[in-house]
């Protein structure tokens, strides 16, 4: 019988591989930097190539393993693609999934529309669906197949002028609940991140005097995260030590939401 060493790290990502999606910066570029950091061969993607081709040259100027590639999480061609490219990097598995591509489109109901619901479910949760499916071939069931997806307190408790944003978000809510009831029994665990960071999407509003202040108001912390402030609890879910942790939504917020 083989006995794990005494002294182990639960947190060492060595030898596995990774997809994260919208990593050519704020949240997705840190837990890009922060899992390379732990080990694991990272594929940087996002729509904007070239952005993401910066990401992955400096983690591998820091030390770590990283490639890049466009891609477009709409484009389900795109997605196996990139989910293929991302095994290669562990010699033909892929052991970690962050769903974290994502954009913005605020506005108050009565001026939503229904083509900017749609693009929102489009990219957020249709987005995460397709890259997940697309891993699904490469996931190992050894107990290291990890996929992360990326919610947000609008999806929770919901957000004002955020009808569609609040709409795919949830969604991914209850797609995570029902992908780890299924995925369990493959030892695939399947869990989301509702983060709270100073990212180029929340910029709209931090630096709106209207909202920032009710928003500041709402965070008992009194302050936004830098990205790298959550990165660790994405490296936690795609680490052992979440190993038999799954189906859950995890605030990283500094208390908006508990």
């Not at 957020?124 to 890259?131: D, K, Q, S, T, V």
């Not at 983060?195 to 108001?217: C, G, S, V, W, Y």
Request: aromatic content about 4%; charged content about 20%; glycine content about 10%.
């Amino acid at each position: 019988m083989s006995v794990e060493p005494r002294h182990r790290d639960l947190f060492d990502l060595s030898g596995r591989s990774a997809l994260v999606t919208g990593a050519a910066g704020g949240i997705g570029a840190a837990v890009a930097a922060a899992l390379a950091e732990r080990g694991a061969a990272v594929l940087v993607t996002d729509i904007d190539g070239a952005a993401a081709a910066v990401t992955a040259d400096k983690i591998v100027a820091d030390g770590g393993r990283a490639a890049s590639a466009a891609l477009d999480v709409r484009d389900r061609a795109a997605a196996e693609s990139a989910a293929a490219a991302a095994a290669e990097l562990a010699d033909g598995t892929l052991n970690i999934v962050v769903n974290n591509a994502g954009v913005t489109d605020p506005a108050m109901f009565g001026d939503t529309t229904e083509e900017s619901v749609l693009r929102m479910l489009d990219i957020h949760l249709m987005g995460a669906f397709r890259c997940a499916k697309a891993a699904l071939r490469y996931l190992p069931t050894d107990g290291t197949g990890r996929i992360i997806n990326v919610t947000s307190s609008a999806g929770l408790v919901g957000t004002l002028g955020q009808i569609n944003y609040s709409a795919a978000k949830s969604g991914i809510v209850g797609m995570t609940k029902s992908m780890a009831r299924e995925l369990a029994r493959r030892q695939i665990t399947v869990n989301a991140l509702a983060p709270a960071a100073a990212t180029p999407m929340t910029a709209t509003i931090r630096t709106d005097p209207k909202f920032a202040e009710q928003m500041l108001n709402r965070i008992p912390m009194r302050r936004w995260a830098e990205p790298r402030e959550v990165a660790g609890a994405f490296v936690f879910l795609a680490s052992d030590a979440a190993s038999f942790v799954t189906g859950q939504v995890l605030p990283v917020d500094g208390g908006l939401v508990m």
